[in-house]
DNA sequence: CGACCTTGTCGTCATCCGAG
DNA sequence: CTCGGATGACGACAAGGTCG
């Protein structure tokens, strides 16, 4: 999906497009953009802040927990591909005996 | 020793998808 | 349709290794 982390701003309209707080430095944040009432404005940024705050926490807990999840799935699959390799290793030798064993009849 | 490369980890964003 | 969780993709950063 060739993100590269370009804002094609398909962010939420509660949602203060992500970009802005990556780089506070850049933001605009607090910046009366509009000639929008103060309060109002202020109001609605804090919340929307907030709400941001809880989505990126929630995110990065989810962020790791998809990670551990993940490892353990891998893990997993080494794990069963040791135990096909032995019984597969143990299945041809027994092959091999049986072959043995018949061609001396 | 410093410059560069590799690998692993983390946080964030975009997107998908199921639930309500 | 909206919301929120899960996950792939990306960039930043740190630690360790290699080479001139």
């Known amino acids: 999906m060739a993100v ?3 804002e094609s701003d398909t962010g939420t309209a509660s949602d203060l497009s992500a970009h802005h707080l990556r780089n506070p ?3 605009s944040f607090c910046q009366s953009e509009e ?3 103060a309060h109002d404005s202020k109001h ?3 919340d929307a802040i907030h709400k941001r705050a809880i989505r990126l926490m929630k995110n990065r807990e989810a962020a790791r927990e998809c990670r ?3 490892k353990e799935y891998v893990r997993c ?4 591909v040791a135990l096909l390799e032995d019984q597969n ?3 041809m030798d027994e092959l091999r005996n049986l072959k043995l064993l018949y ?3």
Do not use: F, P, V
């Not at 699959?77 to 069963?80: M, Q």
């Open 35 to 37: 000639g929008t009432s």
């Open 25 to 27: 430095a850049t933001s």
């Open 77 to 80: 699959l080494e794990t069963r």
């Open 44 to 46: 609605l940024t804090e």
């Open 89 to 91: 290793k143990a299945l």
């Open 103 to 105: 061609r001396h009849h």
């Open 68 to 70: 551990r999840k993940k």
């Open 4 to 6: 590269t982390g370009d």
